[in-house]
C-alpha cells in the first residue's frame, strides 16, 4: 500500500473518501463480489473505510483511493477466507510453545510427510507382498538413538502413560511420589491417568521429599504392586528442602522386589545439552542406563519431531504393551510417523542434532547469533516513519512443559508505534497477512528473535510495515 504523507487540509478533496455504495459498483468491484459475494465486500469495505479515516485522522494523511481501498478490502476477505490454521512466525520466545504446535519440524521431516502422503509402504513388505507392522519403521531407529532394546510409539506422551498403566497395572497398585503427582498443561493429571488406566494410584512421600524407604513400606504394604511410577516435573520445580531417590537406586529397588519401574520423561532430551547451558533436562539415554524398564517421552518436544508419544525399553514390555487394545486405539498415522523417523535420523552419526533439529538449534543458539538478527531486522525497518524499535535484552524459554526455570538470554525488538497501542499492534501484528506473534511487555511489543528464523525477517518487517502503517 502507498504511504500518504502529504498534510492535507479539513476541505482539501484527498480528505473525502467514496461511499461503500460507489466502490461496490466500481468495476473494479465486480470480480472480488464474485468471489466472495457482495454483501461480504459491502462488509468489508466498511472496516476498510473506517481504518482509512482513523489514520487520516492520526496522521493527516490523504483518502487512498478507490482501487487502493477495494485492493484492501479483497486481501481481507482472503485472509478469512483461508484455513483457519495456517502458519504463523513464533516471535514469542517460547521455543516449544504447545499453543503454536510446539516443534517446528526440520526440512527432512517436512519431505519425509510430503513422500508419504500419497499411497505409502506404511504396513506392507515390499519384498514377500505381505503384510508388515508400521512400528517396524521406528522401533530400529529409535533403538540406534537410545539404546533401547526395543520401542512403540503412539499418538501422544499422555497415550503412552496411559498404554504403559493400562498393559502393565490395570487392576493393581501403582506407586507414585506425591512430588510427582504433577499437572501438564491441557488437563494432563497424573493422578487421573492412572485411575484411566485401570490402575490404582499408592501415594507415598511428601510433596517435597520422598525416600527409598517410603517406597519400601508402600511395597510391603502392596504386595500385589508390580509398577512404580517415576514421573518428571516438567513444568515446575520444587526447589530447597527435597530429595527424591536417584534413578539408579530405584530402578534397583524395584527389580529387588520383581516390580518394574516405568519413568515419564516428558521432554525427553536425547542429546546432552549441558555443554550449552541447559542443564536439569534428564536423558533418555541415561534412564534406559540407570535401568528403567520402560522411559515415555514426547516427540514435539526437545525430540523436535511431530506430536508422538514414544515408549522406550524392555522389549517384551514392548510386546505386551503393542498387544494391547488401546495401542491401536492410540496409533501413530503416516504422516507424524515418517516425520518421526526422519528425525530421528538426524540423530545418527555422522549428523550432529543440534546442527539439524530445528528445536535443538534454537534452544542452542547464541546470544551474539540472536542479537545479529535483531540487528539485521532494525536495519530492515530503518526507513519506517512513526514506530521506534529498539534491540533489548530478554529472556526466553524452552515452553512445552521443559526445564521451566531454564531462562535463554535473548535478544528482541521492542516495537512502539506512535499511533497505536501496544495491545493493538501485537493484534495487527498476529491477524495480518503473514501472522507474527509477540508478546507485550512495559507497553512496547517484543519480537524475540530467539525463535525467528534469519528467512523469515524479511516476513516481519513487512507485516511491521503493514501493521503501523
Ligand atoms: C508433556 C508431558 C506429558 C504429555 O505428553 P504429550 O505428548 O503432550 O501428550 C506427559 N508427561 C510429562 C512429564 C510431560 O512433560
Given at each position: 500500500m502507498p504511504r500518504h504523507t502529504a498534510k492535507a487540509e479539513?476541505?482539501?478533496?484527498?480528505r473525502r473518501l467514496p461511499a461503500v455504495g460507489v466502490l461496490c459498483s466500481d468495476p473494479r468491484a465486480q470480480a472480488i463480489s464474485a468471489a466472495f459475494g457482495a454483501a461480504a465486500l459491502a462488509e468489508s469495505l466498511r472496516v476498510v473505510l473506517a481504518d482509512a479515516r482513523g489514520r487520516m485522522m492520526a496522521e493527516g494523511s490523504a483518502a487512498p483511493d478507490a482501487a487502493a481501498l477495494l485492493d484492501t478490502a479483497e486481501r481481507r476477505l482472503g485472509l478469512k477466507a483461508r484455513e483457519t490454521l495456517h502458519s504463523v512466525i513464533n516471535?514469542?520466545?517460547?521455543?516449544?510453545h504447545t499453543n503454536l504446535g510446539r516443534a517446528p519440524l526440520a526440512p527432512e521431516a517436512r519431505t519425509a510427510m510430503d513422500v508419504v502422503?500419497?499411497?505409502?509402504n506404511l504396513e506392507f513388505d515390499l519384498d514377500s507382498g505381505r503384510r508388515a507392522s508400521r512400528h517396524d519403521h521406528l522401533d530400529g531407529l529409535i533403538g540406534d538413538v537410545t539404546g533401547a532394546e526395543g520401542a512403540l510409539v503412539v499418538n501422544n506422551g499422555a497415550g503412552a502413560v496411559l498404554l504403559a498403566l493400562a498393559t502393565l497395572a490395570a487392576g493393581s497398585p501403582v506407586i507414585v511420589s506425591r512430588g510427582e503427582l504433577i499437572e501438564i498443561g491441557g488437563g494432563f493429571r497424573v493422578p487421573d491417568i492412572v485411575a484411566q488406566s485401570g490402575a490404582r494410584l499408592v501415594e507415598i512421600g511428601a510433596t517435597n521429599r520422598t525416600h527409598l524407604k517410603d517406597y519400601e513400606a508402600a511395597a510391603r504394604a502392596h504386595p500385589e504392586a508390580r509398577v512404580i511410577l517415576r514421573t518428571h516435573p516438567s513444568n515446575f520445580r520444587i526447589t530447597g528442602f527435597t530429595s527424591a531417590p536417584s534413578v539408579r537406586d530405584l530402578a534397583t529397588f524395584a527389580h529387588a522386589r520383581g516390580m518394574l519401574l516405568v519413568e515419564d520423561?516428558?521432554?525427553?532430551?536425547?542429546?546432552?545439552l549441558t555443554p550449552y547451558g541447559i542443564a536439569d533436562e534428564p536423558m533418555v539415554q541415561d534412564s534406559l542406563r540407570a535401568g528403567v524398564d520402560l522411559v515415555i517421552f514426547s516427540?514435539?518436544?526437545?525430540?523436535?519431531?511431530?506430536?508422538a508419544g514414544v515408549i522406550a525399553g524392555r522389549r517384551d514390555l514392548i510386546d505386551a504393551l503393542s498387544g494391547h487394545p488401546l495401542a491401536r486405539a492410540l496409533r501413530l498415522d503416516k504422516l507424524s510417523l515418517a516425520a518421526l523417523a526422519a528425525t530421528l535420523r538426524?540423530?545418527?552419526?555422522?549428523?550432529n542434532p543440534i546442527e539439524r533439529v530445528p528445536v535443538l538449534r534454537i534452544l542452542t543458539q547464541s546470544v551474539e547469533v540472536i542479537a545479529r538478527r535483531a540487528a539485521a531486522l532494525r536495519t530492515l525497518l530503518a526507513?519506517?516513519?512513526g514506530v521506534e524499535a529498539e534491540i533489548v535484552e530478554t529472556n526466553s524459554y524452552a515452553g512445552g512443559?521443559?526445564?521451566?526455570?531454564h531462562a535463554l538470554p535473548s535478544r528482541a525488538l521492542a516495537l512502539n508505534s506512535r499511533g497505536l497501542s501496544a495491545e493493538s499492534l501485537a493484534q495487527r501484528l498476529r491477524t495480518g497477512e503473514t501472522a507474527v506473534v509477540g508478546r507485550i511487555e512495559r507497553n512496547a511489543v517484543l519480537l524475540d528473535?530467539?525463535?525467528?528464523d534469519d528467512a523469515e525477517l524479511p516476513a516481519v518487517a513487512a507485516a511491521i510495515r503493514r501493521s503501523t502503517h
Open positions: 479539513p476541505d482539501d478533496p484527498r516471535a514469542t520466545g517460547v521455543v516449544i502422503a500419497s499411497y505409502a520423561l516428558g521432554g525427553g532430551a536425547l542429546v546432552d516427540g514435539d518436544k526437545l525430540l523436535g519431531g511431530p506430536q538426524l540423530y545418527r552419526p555422522p549428523a526507513t519506517l516513519e512443559g521443559a526445564m521451566p526455570m528473535m530467539r525463535t525467528v
